[in-house]
């Protein structure tokens, strides 16, 4: 009788157990929201990279017209179409760089958890936002931790 009661238990524990595995796939829990100390550390390196992109992706623009303009002619001034490429090169590399820099900086403050919710969040401010084609100098904003 007693070994009947174990089986039966251990049995209801198995089913327990698999039907708790099988809703934690279903709906897993949700990652940890951000703390306030994240979100202190995070928005000025969000906020910084974002003023560093506006104002590289500004003059990229500018560079890019004023090379259009060059190659609108017939005449070409070579040595200013070298130096506003050369200059357009540079201000991508910025870019590339600022962006790069933030990436580190995210992963050093948060989880693995934290940043798959952060990704997320980010991407869909930017798909709310009909401006951010990826040319756009908008930037969504860091969402609040609630």
């Not at 990436?103 to 798959?116: D, G, I, P, S, W």
């Amino acid at each position: 009788m007693n070994l009947r009661r174990i089986l039966t238990t251990l049995a209801a524990t198995l089913v327990l157990a698999s039907t708790t595995v099988w809703l934690l796939a279903q709906n897993p829990p949700a990652p940890a929201p951000l703390t306030e100390q994240q979100l202190e550390r995070i928005r000025p390196i969000v906020q910084g990279t974002q003023a560093e992109t506006a104002r590289a992706q500004a003059r990229l623009a500018e560079c890019q017209r004023e090379l259009a303009g060059l190659y609108a002619r017939y005449e070409l001034d070579e040595a200013a179409a070298r130096k506003l490429q050369d200059e357009i090169v540079d201000l991508q590399r910025q870019l590339l760089t600022a962006h790069h820099r933030m990436q580190k900086a995210l992963r050093a403050t948060v989880n693995a958890e934290q940043f798959e919710r952060l990704r997320r969040r980010l991407e869909q401010a930017a798909a709310a936002d009909p401006e951010a084609s990826g040319q756009s100098t908008a930037r969504p904003q860091i969402p609040s931790p609630r």
